[in-house]
């Protein structure tokens, strides 16, 4: 209870970022749940992001996407650290990707929502750019 606590006080007004966020969403709403709290912020998710401008990948476990994006793990993979410090390379590297797909040189945190609720189709053009770019 004292953890789950404090994790609610430090997130309070944060939008987080995390990979496939809709699976760690339902554990961190049960938790609040079972305490009477309530967290309704938007996540911004790395997966679905992925979905987008890394439509050519055969897969987009964050694993795969860290190895394409040349992006090292240090430490083992589903460990909650080397998770954390991948996701946030990775998702620098999708905002890049957003900010050329947009042509801005700057993104609110409401562009990046946005970004990962449009259609796929909206990013043949950059995900095809970004894949010759990687190969």
């Known amino acids: 209870e004292k953890v789950v606590q404090e994790l ?13 966020a809709a699976f760690d969403r339902q554990f961190l709403k049960f938790e609040l749940e079972n305490q009477n709290l309530v967290y309704e ?17 055969e897969s987009l476990t964050l694993a795969h996407l860290a190895q394409i994006n040349g992006i090292s793990f240090t430490g083992k993979s589903h460990r909650a650290m080397a998770d954390v410090l991948v996701t946030a390379e990775l998702f620098l590297k999708l905002k890049g990707h957003l900010k050329t797909h947009y042509g801005q040189g700057t993104l609110s945190l ?24 990687l190969r």
């Open 8 to 20: 609610y006080q430090f997130i309070q007004g944060a939008t987080m970022v995390e990979h496939n």
């Open 41 to 57: 912020t938007e996540f911004i998710c790395t997966l679905l992001l992925s979905r987008r401008l890394f439509a050519f990948a």
């Open 110 to 133: 409401q562009d990046i929502l946005n970004a990962q609720k449009e259609p796929l189709r909206k990013f043949v053009l950059t995900a095809n750019k970004i894949y010759k770019d």
